[in-house]
């Protein structure tokens, strides 16, 4: 919960406006003629007596278009950051009780927040600009913690061995998280994190490649490549297609797998796909071949060729149509 102001007419109202509310009896015991008015602390207080009916807080943000509604959105509680100072001298016009600063204390304010940026070390600087980017690719993928934690851990160490220098940072932070979903498995595919983070498939490729050969055997993770069995629930989840066939679907790869077809060259997305489309096809669940390709990012005619390789690999393979 914040602590943010409130349109003082509107607590006033709400205070003097309910009959079963026990604040009432406080303000009228108070003084004569209460004026209640939330203060920047978010305490409803009485202008004429001074006395507190207890405090004021919101959860949810308001919309800002003028000066006077930017200036009451503002918190009164600072967000810290994880890193690099604390404190931060940046636009000071005003002291503490609100009052404007005369020209000479502004001038000399943004003087100190100038020599105070020069003292930041370029590491510090690279975080700022890497953290939030970082955490915005993670929220658009549904990213849990753990992962963003691991994916953090990998870009420190990125930025402390300088692989960032002539480099892209986004490149990096994107490829940082890939790295980092992929050590936990997660199913989430590289494509979808260049969309999140609108940057070239070329330079994430990169980014990784270095990171897989400077970063991991540093930190000691391994780098487990996306396997189709995963996927399998995946995309049996976005077609909405029950566990069964689901559960089928991975049993039928590892049947295949064990009758000699190898994953060599071969995506394991349209593996996962074709799996699903097997199955599924001889269930009332049916789906269309362009479903499945769409899902999985691929075409309908990888997914038909996928499909026959798997099939020469099953001992019942009629059975399947």
């Known amino acids: 919960m914040r602590k943010a102001q409130i349109n003082n007419n509107n607590v006033a109202g709400k205070i003097e406006g309910n009959a079963d509310n026990p604040e009432i009896e406080d303000s009228k015991r108070c003084c004569e003629k209460p004026d209640i008015f939330v203060t920047v602390e978010g305490n409803v207080v009485c202008r004429h007596c001074g006395m507190c009916f207890g405090s004021q807080l919101v959860e949810n943000e308001r919309r800002a278009y003028t000066v006077d509604e930017l200036k009451n959105r503002k918190r009164t509680e600072p967000v810290w950051r994880t890193f690099g100072p604390r404190t931060v001298m940046n636009g000071i016009k005003t002291d503490s009780k609100g009052n ?5 204390k502004q001038a000399l304010f943004a003087r100190l927040s100038k020599i105070q940026g020069s003292l930041i070390s370029s590491i510090e600087r690279n975080y700022w600009e890497a953290k939030p980017k970082l955490n915005a690719f993670a929220h658009n993928l549904g990213v849990p913690d753990h992962i963003i934690e691991t994916a953090w851990k990998i870009y420190s160490e990125v930025a402390k061995q300088k692989l960032t220098m002539g480099r ?3 490149a990096f932070t994107a490829a940082s998280l890939y790295a980092a979903i992929r050590i936990h498995n997660f199913p989430r595919l590289l494509e979808e994190l260049v969309e999140a983070a609108s940057v070239s ?25 996306i396997t189709p069995r995963s996927l399998v629930f995946r995309f049996g989840n976005d077609l909405d ?45 049916k789906k269309t071949q362009t479903d499945f390709a769409k899902v999985a990012r691929i075409t309908e005619v990888t997914l038909r060729t996928r499909v026959k390789e798997i099939l020469k690999y099953l001992k019942d393979s009629k059975s399947y149509f």
Do not use: C, F, W
């Open 168 to 170: 892209s940072i986004q």
């Open 201 to 225: 498939t070329r330079k994430v490729h990169q980014s990784l490649g270095l990171i897989m050969r400077s970063v991991l055997p540093k930190l000691g993770y391994v780098y487990r490549p």
């Open 241 to 285: 297609l029950s566990i069964g066939i689901q559960k089928q679907s991975a049993d039928l790869l590892r049947e295949a797998a064990r009758a000699g077809m190898t994953r060599i060259g071969k995506d394991p997305k349209g593996l996962a796909a074709a799996a699903l489309y097997i199955v599924a096809k001889r269930t009332a669940e």
């Open 100 to 104: 404007q600063l005369p020209p000479n």
